[in-house]
């Protein structure tokens, strides 16, 4: 999930607080698609997805999936939050409507001192509020109290982790609904506040699965283990202080057309942060700034050779239109060509056609000056971030057996 400008990005040196993550290892997660269970049709599905990238800069709950773990003792308290390489924080809502952490509950809680650290340099704090912070995702805020507590983290052997510094959000303005729906955020950027640096791990990874209804596995640290002959790298190309993941996207083909996109739409410019292409779990379908979409959306349209055709009731900005009962047209394989990987899309990664006749592309424009690899395009793979080498790799796999 992008936030871009309107997060706050948290200073790396401002938090010196000892972690016991020395002792942290590794550990395998669950992770559930926010529809999990739902009784949706596939147009539906479709239009929840598109509806949620779409609103990727106004609410923090449209990301696509979510982790589960557990804070507190002796009892730990089962909480879900979206799953964000974009977000710099943990947090989970409390005295809320649907808060499932209480810190009353908890006997390993602890309220942070007003002078340490990472008080100090919590996001916007209210005046005279001890360690308050203030979070914007476009028209919505959550705004709260940080803390610490035990997490309680894995799927079947869960590890426990102490001293864990996150955020209780007691007031928040965006519209969550559902009992499964999140409750917050779990940052996976490379802040010293998010869970990746917190835990000191160097690597993650994650691998979906087209189902919804399925548990798709999360790996920390050692358990994060991608091997194979069909393995692919890109080195990650900001400066590690950013919060984003950034890949160097060289270009893109359409079958063996290679598209005459200029690589400088895709370039990231360090004087002002703007530009470039991220990889990002919190954002369910991928974007590419409107220069390049429109290329692409030619070329797509070169070979289909369909009237266009309206597709905002399906939250999609590039649709044509099929002759009544007939099937869509064969499409080749759309590449994304990274620097020293190339990102093979199937037909079905990329298009989609819907009940009601329309042939759509799934890609969307950007809220904000950059492109984004989102998580439907990534699916069937194993996506591993190796901090410690500053790579991105990525290999086909079957999830459920990993």
């Known amino acids: 999930m992008d936030q871009m400008a309107p997060f706050v990005i948290f200073l790396l040196a401002a938090f010196s607080k000892t972690l016991a993550s020395s002792t942290f290892d590794g550990a395998r997660l669950g992770m559930r698609h926010v529809d999990f269970g739902g009784n949706f049709t596939k147009d539906e599905l479709l239009a929840r997805s598109a509806f949620r990238s779409s609103r990727l800069s106004l609410q923090y709950s449209s990301g696509e999936y979510m982790i589960e773990l557990s804070i507190g003792t002796p009892d730990p308290q089962s909480i879900s939050g979206v799953a964000d390489t974009g977000s710099d924080i943990i947090w989970t809502q409390c005295e809320q409507p ?65 001293e864990m510094v996150f955020g209780c959000t007691t007031s928040s303005t965006a519209t969550v609904s559902g009992a499964d729906a999140p409750t917050g955020i779990i940052g996976l950027s490379r802040s010293e506040y998010s869970l990746i640096e917190q835990l000191g791990v160097d690597k993650f990874s994650y691998c979906l699965q087209p189902d919804k209804d399925t548990i798709h596995p999360m790996f920390l640290g050692s358990a994060a283990i991608l091997d194979g002959s069909l393995v692919q790298s890109t080195p990650f190309v900001a400066p590690q202080e950013t919060t984003h993941y950034y890949v160097n996207l060289m270009g893109i083909s ?77 499409m080749p394989d759309l590449t994304f060509h990274f620097d020293g990987a190339d990102l093979e899309l199937t037909a079905d ?33 194993h996506v591993l971030y190796d901090l410690s080498n500053n790579m991105l790799s990525f290999a086909p796999a079957e999830c459920d057996k990993l």
């Open 98 to 162: 649907t808060s499932l952490y209480d810190p009353q509950k908890s006997q390993t809680y602890s309220a942070l001192p007003c002078n340490s650290n990472a008080c100090l340099h919590a996001p916007n704090p209210e005046p005279n509020q001890c360690c308050s912070y203030r979070i914007t995702y476009g028209s919505s805020t959550a705004q709260g109290t940080l803390l610490s507590d035990t997490f309680l983290l894995g799927d079947t052997n869960p590890v426990s982790v102490p």
């Open 254 to 330: 359409l079958g063996s057309e290679r598209l005459s996109i200029p690589q400088s739409l895709f370039q990231y410019n360090p004087s002002d942060g703007s530009g470039g292409v991220i990889i990002d779990s919190g954002t369910p379908i991928t974007r590419l700034v409107p220069q390049a979409l429109k290329i692409v959306s030619q070329a797509v349209q070169d070979k289909v050779n369909l009237p266009t055709a309206d597709g905002s009731k399906y939250n999609l900005q590039v649709c044509f239109s099929l002759p009544s009962g007939s099937e869509a047209p064969s």
């Open 349 to 381: 990664k990329y298009m989609t056609q819907t009940d009601d006749g329309l042939f759509c592309l799934l890609i969307l424009e950007p809220p904000f000056t950059l492109s984004i690899i989102g998580t439907f395009q990534t699916q069937n793979l």
